[in-house]
Structure formats: C-alpha cells, structure tokens
Nanobody
C-alpha cells in the first residue's frame, strides 16, 4: 500500500521560509517521479514542482526562483524548500506520485502566510 505523509506546514510571515517534507512507503521511491501540488479551498489542486528519478526538476512559473524541490532516495523522502513566501502561497500542500495507473496523494500539510 502506497503511503505519502507530508510534514512541515505552519504559520509564517511574508518573506519567511518553510521546508516541507513528504515521506513515502510502499513504493520503490528511487524510480518514481515525485510532485508537489497545492490547493486553495474551493479551487483545484495546482501543480508546483516535480523531480524525476534522475534528479531533473520542473516548476510552475509562479514559484520559480523561490521554491526548490529535492529528494533523498535513502530516506524515500521528497522536500520542498519555500523561500520568500507570500500571502498568496497560503494553501494546503500535497505530495503526489503515480503508481500502477493511479495518482497517489498524501493528506496534505497547511501553509499559512501572514501579511
């Protein structure tokens, strides 16, 4: 059974930083592309960043230069370093991967950025 557990959310002032983590189990982590999404209440989940098994990364334009995705295959964990946070970054952040023809999601971690 695939399990993704996000941690690291919280309340931070604008301009501050947070580091999210997503620990995985039930998959061969090192071969999986891992993604981060976020969702504002009432909206769809938006793609933020991805990291492939070879370490190559991709970002949504709005977070380029502020967010950095990374992975630790030994810990089966993917990270999202978020710097220069803005109030519009307030959302629930989700980890995601694709396994056996289906999307797998964690429970999410809430990030609130105060102005």
């Amino acid at each position: 059974q695939v399990r993704l557990v996000e941690r690291g959310g919280g309340l931070v002032e604008a301009g501050g930083s947070l580091r999210l983590s997503c620990a995985s189990s039930g998959i061969n982590f090192r071969i999986h592309k891992m993604n981060w999404y976020r969702q504002v209440t009432g909206n769809e989940r938006d793609f933020l960043a991805s990291i492939d098994s070879d370490g190559s990364t991709n970002y949504q334009d709005s977070v380029k230069g502020r967010f950095t995705i990374s992975r630790d295959n030994a810990r089966s964990t993917v990270y999202l370093q978020m710097n220069n946070l803005k109030p519009e970054d307030t959302a629930v952040y989700f980890c995601n991967t694709y396994y056996k023809t289906r999307d797998c999601w964690g429970q999410g971690t809430r990030v609130t950025v105060s102005s």
